[in-house]
């Protein structure tokens, strides 16, 4: 693509945008960095030595950590020492294009990243120069590949499936790439240039061609934001890993500066529209790309200015924080709405280290607790080279932390639209339940307007499956052709024999909360979820979790211009369900985790049936297993409208 092209699309899409953005509400503007800091104060404060830099280089400082800590990282790197480093080839990058599959080359392209990552955190524990041969190989051979963008996020960026031959574009994965070089380069810059200056000069050279240069140029790479598209988790995800470049490989104090202030203006427009609950869209899942990213960006800004720039006392920031403790359910189980996994580790260290950066003490018992339970003291420390650099700094702090797993009794979040309730802070036991409103235009959306979940004593019973292993297919105009995605395979109606339909006006309406010494209860009206053939006038969905009894109970009020084919509820169970006709009641055993007492009473003009549904896919499979179960409860009656109520109790 020419630069004269490429400038013309920019302009052409910022006038559309701005076109659009001018008949809408308008957009809350935060400025929580930009608004507070100016580009000359940041170069200023922007230090040109590694002295701000708390983390050891090479031979200073390791011999700190515990023996189980460097016997655990130094055993990980060792079990891949001296094996080949296998190809990419231009087979494996074609493959997104050709069938959908993006883990054949992604499981070589992350294998090699980690790989290395693992080498240099071994040579810096062990300093024997045995890890090095393993180093300074990966490092060429990273350097070598032609495109650190994988294939499923090339674009307009390739051709035919292969890179094109000037593509010059930062996506997640180029700017962790140049993350991983830079603070390799960091730590054992007086190591390579043993071996040869090369090394070092090549780094330098292609995070600067990769990271810096067209970061720096460009202002149409969307997660920048400046187009106007709503922003997620990449803009945080990339701009951590940017400002890592920056203030590891940048030598120009100029560009160092220029480029440090619009990642600032990145993670403003990020920030700006963000609820102000603190909620995350794309699930707690996702927080630890989203909110966790953020902090790894304020904590860099926060050491790179010996503690100028420092926001974190602003409202937004401490929620986004306590976000992910708010949805914990119990042991690894969080609430999984949109591309979610209903089974999430967050990282212990980080949740540790963002709830000390916001002085919340339950947080940091949180991350204390989550590092128990992932030995993290034992050494099994995963993740990212910085972020594992990061977590070596808190296992002081955090092994004399008091652990305490958090069960918070609700946490509602209006902007977002999400309540979740526990019946028991103390331990978690009880009924747990989580309802959404929001819209099907949401990050990493699914078509679920009035979904809920179902926890008793921390075991999954009513669910949200999540979503299968990505593909070409999960993010194109054929998304919702997956099942995964479809609102009749999550706990919703469908009307007339209409699902509900993607796209920002298909949403809840009408939503509130209310809080009682009883009671908490959560009403939206879906009909606008549907589309006009569904025939709905009102579809008014109450979800009460009682407090002070085992009881949760739903109430469908509807409306229908007419009738066509009769109703039907859906529930999709963890576990096989048990059917009673007679009493009109489902006893939503557990199969495999161990029965869960809790039934389900249903109206008697229902007719309850459920199906099996065989699991394949192996992400679907290291939540559930191989299988899960659709209720379908159809109304026998065909009616313009009605009142449904089901309610769910422990058995005696």
């Not at 790479?221 to 940017?242: A, E, Q, V, Y």
């Not at 969905?541 to 509820?569: A, C, G, H």
């Not at 009109?584 to 007719?607: C, D, H, S």
């Not at 409860?633 to 313009?640: A, F, I, N, P, R």
Request: include cysteine; glycine fraction near 6%.
């Amino acid at each position: 693509m020419s630069q004269f092209i490429r400038y013309f699309t920019y302009l052409l899409v910022c006038t559309l945008v701005f076109c659009w953005s001018t008949d809408g509400a308008a957009q809350e503007k935060r400025s929580l960095l930009t608004g507070k800091y100016s580009q000359e104060q940041l170069r200023g404060w922007l230090d040109q030595s590694f002295d701000w830099v708390p983390y050891p280089v090479f031979g200073e400082g390791w011999d700190q950590l515990s023996t189980s800590i460097k016997t655990a990282q130094i055993g990980m790197a060792e079990a891949q020492l001296g094996q080949p480093i296998p190809p990419l080839t231009a087979s494996l990058l074609l493959e997104f294009s050709i069938n959908g599959n993006r883990s054949n080359h992604g499981d070589l392209y992350f294998g090699r990243r980690n790989r290395l990552a693992q080498a240099v955190i071994a040579e810096c524990m062990e300093r024997k120069g045995r890890f090095m041969g393993e180093i300074i190989d990966l490092v060429w051979a990273i350097c070598e590949e032609s495109f650190w963008v994988i294939p499923a996020h090339y674009g307009t960026y390739g051709e035919a499936g292969l890179p094109a031959i000037d593509a010059a574009y930062v996506d997640l994965f180029a700017a962790e790439t140049g993350a991983l070089l830079a603070w390799t380069y960091y730590l054992l810059e007086k190591e390579l240039d043993k071996v040869s200056s090369v090394l070092n000069k090549r780094i330098l050279a292609e995070v600067d061609k990769r990271v810096l240069k067209p970061n720096l140029a460009y202002d149409d790479f969307w997660w920048m934001g400046i187009s106007g598209r709503t922003l997620n988790n990449w803009t945080p995800w990339i701009c951590s890993n940017w400002l890592a470049c920056v203030l590891l490989c940048e030598k120009d104090a100029a560009k160092k500066a220029e480029a440090a202030y619009k990642i600032m203006a990145c993670i403003d427009r990020f920030l700006d529209p963000y609820p102000a609950d603190g909620g995350c869209d794309e699930g707690p899942g996702y927080w630890g790309r989203a909110g966790a990213s953020l902090y790894d960006c304020l904590d860099l800004f926060e050491l790179a200015t010996k503690g100028k720039v420092n926001i974190w006392d602003a409202p937004l920031v401490r929620n986004i924080g306590q976000y992910i403790y708010k949805a914990h359910i119990k042991d690894d189980y969080y609430i999984n709405f949109a591309d979610a996994a209903a089974i999430t580790k967050p990282s212990a260290p980080l949740v540790f280290a963002y709830g000390e950066k916001i002085k919340d003490e339950q947080m940091m018992a949180f991350g204390a607790w989550l590092a128990q339970r992932q030995q993290i003291f034992e050494g099994k420390i995963g993740d990212n080279l910085p972020r594992k650099l990061a977590a070596f700094q808190v296992l002081s702090a955090l092994e004399k932390t008091k652990p305490q797993e958090a069960f918070v009794g609700e946490s509602w979040f209006p902007d977002l639209q999400v309540l979740a309730c526990h019946s028991d802070e103390s331990n978690g036991d009880g009924f747990f339940m989580a309802a959404k409103g929001g819209h099907n235009a949401e990050s990493h959306n699914h078509n679920d307007i009035g979904n809920f979940i179902i926890y008793h004593n921390g075991k999954p019973l009513i669910i949200d499956i999540g979503v299968e292993t990505y593909t070409k297919k999960t993010f194109s105009d054929q998304r919702y052709e997956i099942w995964t995605m479809q609102s009749q395979y999550h706990n919703v109606p469908t009307v007339n024999g209409q699902m509900q339909s993607p796209g920002r006006s298909f949403e809840a309406r009408h939503t509130a909360r209310q809080n009682s010494d009883q009671q908490i209860s959560f009403s939206m009206d879906i009909a606008a979820a549907y589309p006009a053939e569904s025939g709905l006038e009102k579809w008014e969905r109450t979800l009460t979790f009682q407090k002070n009894k085992q009881e949760i109970s739903l109430k469908d009020v509807y409306q229908l211009k007419e009738t066509k084919v009769p109703n039907v509820l859906h529930l999709m169970a963890a576990n096989r369900p048990t059917i009673d006709e007679k009493t009109q009641t489902i006893l939503l055993g557990a199969e495999v985790r161990g029965k869960a007492p809790v039934t389900l009473k249903y109206p008697k003009n229902f007719m309850a049936t459920f199906e099996e549904i065989p699991l394949t896919d192996s992400r679907l499979q290291s939540t559930w297993g191989e299988k899960l179960f659709r209720i379908q409860l159809t109304d026998t009656q065909k009616k313009v409208s009605g009142t449904y109520h089901l309610t769910f109790t422990t058995n005696p």
